[in-house]
């Protein structure tokens, strides 16, 4: 995957210690797979899994979300259609639910915070980080802060 994109300003310790970033991942590659989104046998999802080779798991909704993961690792496919703002509270901090956005941490306190107007679909993609990885991905910024 993309981690070497992150950034210092990416991570944060408060109120846990969490990675929360936008396009990371090449715009033009998550507008295919997010075409494809309903479809996890097309060939863009198999590209996918060969180019990264990290298990993950299309979610039609935020709360069918897997919690028994060691590291959570959630990238947003927020439907385009979808103009009412929503948002993810992680520990009591609320972060816009936007597309292309990942959330990394291993807290559990994780909610979607239902908009106002309701939809079908809150789609995520929740990617099997390995804790070794998450745990360079600390290392690198815990020296920066």
């Known amino acids: 995957m993309n981690w070497e994109k992150l950034k210092p300003n990416h991570y944060f310790k408060e109120p846990i210690k969490h990675i929360y970033s936008q396009n990371i991942f090449d715009t033009k590659e ?39 993961k060691a590291v959570m690792c959630l990238w947003f496919f927020k439907e385009r259609a979808h103009l009412t703002p929503a948002h993810v509270n992680v520990g009591g901090k609320s972060l816009p639910y936007v597309s292309n956005t990942f959330l990394i941490t291993e807290s559990k306190q994780i909610k979607f915070e239902n908009p106002k107007k309701k939809y079908n679909r809150y789609p995520v993609i929740q990617l099997d980080l390995p804790t070794k990885v998450w745990q360079s991905i600390l290392e690198r910024f815990d020296k920066v802060s």
């Open 30 to 68: 998550y507008d295919i797979l997010y075409e494809n989104q309903r479809n996890p046998d097309h060939k863009v999802w198999q590209d996918f899994d060969s180019k990264y080779k990290m298990g993950y798991e299309i979610k039609e909704n935020f709360d069918q979300i897997n919690f028994n």
